[in-house]
């Protein structure tokens, strides 16, 4: 299924209100990038997907809880600070 495009100032808005849509441009958008800097940080394959996949999830579940201003920074940060905790 082809996605219309989002703008980043739109989809946190639309994330923001439960759309999926927006959610899985966030994934479109970031997976790879969250995937390659776990990697550096992380020696399984395993473990860094499942790192990545529990990122997306919680920006899910607490999509109504937090407004995310700038798209770039919520998904990296999260990546860094989930890396710094280790196993």
């Known amino acids: ?5 989002l703008s ?5 808005i639309r994330l923001h209100i439960g759309d999926e849509v927006a959610s ?5 958008r970031y997976w ?6 776990a990697r550096h940080k ?9 790192l990545v996949l529990n990122i997306f999830l919680k920006i899910w579940e607490r999509r109504s809880e937090c407004c995310i201003n ?12 989930a890396t710094l905790m280790g196993p």
């Open 42 to 50: 992380i020696d399984s394959k395993d473990r860094v997907e499942e």
């Open 70 to 81: 700038w798209l770039d920074a919520c998904p990296f940060t999260t990546v860094h600070y």
């Open 8 to 12: 980043d100032e739109i989809v946190p």
């Open 32 to 37: 790879k990038k969250l995937y390659n800097i």
């Open 1 to 5: 299924m082809k996605l219309k495009p």
């Open 24 to 28: 899985q441009k966030i994934y479109q």
